[in-house]
């Protein structure tokens, strides 16, 4: 068990500028989903995909935020023409096919400062 | 719609004492109910679940919750802090009503800070 992998681990991007995440999901993990978490708050749901179907969306999600898992394994979130209020932690975890009470696995996060 | 509160942002306890860390949820259907833990620039680490039967459930590292359906609680408990406790603690449910998501929704997390 490899565990979520999540990369960068940091990055500082100039506001407007646009950013890529990478989440990869323990293997046999087939749903995947994306969070936000600022300082002082829980996650926040954003995404999720089950397989390489992006099955439910946040309105957290705004049309600069899009999220895919082409092949059902990997999945890259991308936040274009970024805010100051964009900053924050963007958590990825993942879980294994199944019933619908089983854990979420984190991976450690990639942590957006826009300046 | 389905929610949780955590109504302290800190809870402050000395090493050795019992701990409790309050989690209060709402939902339309019967609730799966977890507890996580957050170390710093660490992910969320998961302790323990609720899904049904006994509303006492242990999990790891010595933590246990009780379930209270009359007060929609699940309160995380130790008999015992360790000042290595000290962390994030998060509390998540999910709805089990018929046609809901996959999607736990957290509460907005209790610092814990065990005292040497």
């Known amino acids: 068990d490899t565990g979520v992998s999540q990369d960068p681990r940091h990055k500082i991007t100039k506001r407007g500028q646009n950013v890529t995440f990478r989440c990869d999901p323990i293997s046999e993990h087939n749903r995947l989903y994306w969070y936000r978490q600022t300082l002082g708050q829980g996650p926040e749901f954003l995404t999720y995909?089950?397989?390489?179907?992006?099955?439910?969306k946040s309105r957290l999600l705004s049309d600069r935020f899009s999220a895919e898992r082409p092949k059902g394994s990997f999945s890259t979130l991308e936040i274009q023409r970024t805010e100051q209020g964009d900053s924050a932690m963007y958590l990825c975890a993942s879980s294994p096919p199944g019933t619908a009470y089983e854990k979420l696995f984190f991976g450690s996060g990639t942590q957006l400062s826009v300046l | 719609a389905q929610s949780v509160a955590q109504p302290e942002d800190q809870v402050n306890v000395a090493e050795g004492n019992p701990l409790t860390v309050k989690c209060t949820y709402s939902v339309s259907g019967n609730p799966y109910l977890f507890w996580y833990v957050q170390y710093p620039n660490r992910g969320l680490q998961f302790l323990l679940k609720y899904i049904t039967g006994d509303n006492l459930v242990k999990g790891s590292y010595g933590f246990e919750a009780e379930f209270n359906k009359s007060q929609t609680s699940f309160h995380l408990k130790k008999p015992s802090a360790l000042v290595s406790d000290s962390a994030l603690y998060f509390c998540?449910?999910?709805?089990?009503?018929?046609?809901?998501?996959?999607?736990?929704?957290f509460g907005r997390g209790t610092s814990l800070i065990v005292h040497p």
């Open positions: 998540a449910v999910r709805d089990t009503k018929a046609g809901g998501s996959y999607i736990p929704t």
């Open positions: 995909f089950q397989n390489e179907a992006q099955l439910e």
